[in-house]
């Protein structure tokens, strides 16, 4: 897993390029090669869409020691 940050109203996700790799090596071509160039969207209709790629946000986290703790 990797970490991200939203940083736009609009959804707009960073994380580190090593936890994106896949998704761009799978948008690179010989004519568009974005994992030695790099890519930057100027504009929504620009971005590439990666079909199938999923983000998880944590809701709640929680200190359970005391309850853990009692249970032991």
């Not at 971005?47 to 790629?53: A, F, K, N, Q």
């Amino acid at each position: 897993g990797c970490t991200g940050e939203i940083i736009s109203p609009e959804g707009l996700l960073i994380t580190n390029h090593h936890c994106g790799y896949g998704a761009i090596q799978q948008h690179s071509t010989i004519e568009h090669n974005y994992l030695k160039d790099g890519f930057w969207a100027m504009n929504r209709k620009e971005e590439i869409p990666t079909p199938g790629l999923k983000v998880q946000f944590i809701d709640k986290i929680e200190d359970v020691t005391d309850y853990v703790k009692e249970a032991l």
